[in-house]
């Protein structure tokens, strides 16, 4: 209620009649007097209970009916340093922070203002009204309604945050997340603070009242756009201007004006290149011409260097068979390595034209990417686009003069090259080699393996045993450097001799025993028995009786239990030996006695018996000896 219709004490004073002001200036009564309290007081209305029920519908109905909540227009009707003063026709007026009205610098009484009513009464009793929460509430019925409608809104990016930048829309923040801000990656948020742009609502959270907006859907609705353009247009064989808009390991993307090609990397130069960069940049504005597309799935296949002829059909007249040429090795297989004579051109060296030699070479052990070698052309087809190299025909082929070289039986120094379970592949000179079989290493003895007794890159002495000037192959021979010692062996080593061996290797079936002259021989398990019967042991050395000589298989069999059986056997000859010549003794005895005595007596007689007796016994123990 305003300040006219409250009367103040003042007025009721200037307008009280004499009696009035008597009674008022009368003594105090104490509380025992009397008051007679139907006495009226003149100038004071009475009504009736109608009238009081009628006054009161004409006064309420000078008053607007709202709800909280609700939004409607209000007046300004006072500015204070602070506040506005604002009437919506209630009972009262509201005051809003001046805060809420940053947007209207120009703001004065009299404007009419949208507000929202909080409160009609807070607990102060006060009408509580705001314009800021009217402000979002308005803007997020507009959001929602562009929202369904997908209508383009107009905002202002306030601020940057985590993930995107936040953005005034119709009063009320809204977010763009980095994703949404343009179809190129942007890193520098900093740059669109401040700026008003145009956007589009593409997600609404109606329990938390959160939108999200999109710049890039905008942007992308042009493009779309001028893509369906773009493809209208387009045709095989059509030359377009691009640019260059990001760059792959397998290609690149060419930006043609809101619509992207893909070159690949096959398609960038007639000449192979690792990497896309090596030929293209970023930004950089170049034709290029369209291979193929489709329209359902808008992919656009371009290239690059169709739009220049293909080397092959402009190879130089200088490049024929058996022209020398150089190239620069652009790829490695197993059968051999392509070189490029020119972007474009490229010819293959086979790994049987590399070297003269008939050893097999690795091609990936031989050549390194990127080396330049000098070739000769064997064969070339412009037809076919194909060319065929030679690396050692720049050289004199040495298998044409290998005899008289490299004759039979004559003696060389190599280089072993490669080494197979079967023998040593040794390389005389390049182009030039031979394999020694793991049986013509050694005279004396046997390997498992060559890599035993040689390994690659050592030098070794080699005899030429055979010539095959067909196949390019030599067999070699490193035993036969030497004289064959087993002829001498077989004197050394005569069955039943005795020698002193070591043992170097030990298995269930025998043990292999180093004899002298670095000799090996074998002895069977059944003759390592011992005389005590202890096992024989790696690095033992004992005594070996040669029992088996193969000359022509270098093959030598030896026993120990041989030995010590032999040296019993001995003995008991020697002790046998030694009765019979007692008993001999004994016999030559008898015979002088008997021819002395013409006439025996009964002691001598005696004397024989004794005599015949030992001579019996002595007869007897040679038998058992014998036995």
């Keep these: ?102 947007d209207l610098p120009g703001l004065k009484i009299g404007d009419d203002v949208e507000v929202l009513v909080v409160e009609k009464e807070d607990r102060d009793g006060n009408l509580h009204l705001s314009r800021k929460q009217a402000r979002q509430k308005r803007a997020w019925e507009k959001i929602v309604e562009v929202y369904k409608t997908g209508e383009v809104v107009t905002g202002t990016v306030t601020s940057k945050t985590k993930g995107g930048l936040i953005v005034d829309v119709y009063g009320m923040e809204t977010f763009l997340p980095g994703s949404q801000i343009d179809v190129k990656p942007v890193t520098d948020y900093d740059q669109f603070v401040g700026k008003t742009m145009e956007f589009k609502v593409v997600k609404v959270n109606e329990t938390i009242r959160n939108a999200v907006v999109s710049h890039k859907a905008l942007i992308e609705s042009d493009i779309e756009q001028q893509r369906v353009d773009i493809i209208s247009k387009l045709e095989k064989g059509q030359v377009l201007e691009g640019t260059i808009k990001n760059i792959t390991d397998f290609g690149a993307f060419i930006d043609l004006g809101g619509l992207d090609g893909l070159l690949y990397i096959t398609d960038i130069s007639w000449g192979r290149i690792s990497h896309p960069s090596e030929v293209l940049q970023m930004d950089q504005k170049i034709n290029v011409v369209v291979l193929d597309f489709d329209d359902e799935k808008r992919r656009i296949s371009l290239g690059y260097k169709q739009l220049t002829p293909h080397p092959w059909d402009t190879l130089p007249a200088t490049i024929t068979e058996g022209a020398k040429v150089k190239g620069k090795v652009v790829n490695i297989e197993d059968y051999g390595a392509f070189l490029e004579i020119m972007p474009g051109v490229e010819g293959l060296v086979h790994v049987s034209e590399i070297s003269w030699a008939s050893t097999p070479i690795n091609a990936k052990e031989f050549f390194k990417l990127g080396e330049e070698y000098e070739a000769v052309v064997v064969t070339l087809s412009k037809e076919e686009r194909k060319m065929s190299l030679s690396i050692k025909q720049l050289t004199e082929d040495p298998w044409a003069t290998i005899e008289t070289k490299f004759p039979v039986d004559s003696r060389h120094k190599g280089i072993v090259k490669n080494i197979t379970p079967y023998g040593v592949f040794v390389e005389l000179e390049t182009g030039i080699g031979g394999m ?9 003895k046997r390997f498992n393996h060559p890599s035993e007794y040689t390994k690659v890159g050592n030098e070794i002495d080699v005899v030429i045993l055979g010539i095959d000037k067909e196949n390019r192959k030599l067999s070699l021979g490193h035993k036969q450097i030497e004289e064959d010692p087993w002829n001498t062996f077989e004197t050394i080593f ?39 019967d202890k096992p024989i042991n790696v690095e033992d050395v004992k005594e070996f009786m040669i029992i088996e000589f193969d000359r022509s298989e270098k093959r030598i069999l030896v026993s120990h239990t ?52 030992k001579l019996k016994q002595s007869e007897g123990g040679e038998e058992k000896s014998a036995q």
């Design 1 to 102: 209620m305003s300040e006219n219709n409250i009367p103040n004490e003042q007025n009721a004073e200037q307008q009280a009649t004499p009696v009035e002001t008597a009674v008022k200036n009368a003594p105090v009564a104490t509380a025992h007097d009397d008051f007679d309290w139907s006495v009226d007081k003149r100038n004071v209305s009475s009504y009736s209970k109608a009238e009081k029920e009628k006054y009161d519908a004409t006064y309420d109905s000078t008053f607007k009916v709202f709800e909280e909540n609700s939004l409607l227009n209000g007046t300004v009707v006072g500015l204070t340093n602070t506040d506005v003063v604002i009437n919506i026709g209630f009972k009262s007026d509201g005051l809003i922070s001046l805060n809420e009205f940053r």
């Design 436 to 444: 020694i079989h793991i049986s013509d290493l050694s005279w004396i």
């Design 494 to 532: 005569p069955i039943n001799s005795v020698h002193e061996g070591t043992v170097v290797k030990k298995d269930e079936k025998g043990a292999t025993v180093q004899l002298q002259y670095g000799l090996e021989a074998y002895a069977p398990a059944r003759h390592l028995r011992t005389e005590d």
């Design 562 to 613: 041989r030995v010590w059986e032999k040296a019993q056997a001995e003995e008991k000859q020697a002790v046998v030996k030694e009765k019979r010549e007692e008993a001999d003794k004994t016999r030559k005895a008898v015979k002088n006695i008997q021819g002395k005595v013409e006439k025996a007596t009964l002691g001598d007689l005696g004397a024989l018996a004794e005599l015949r007796e």
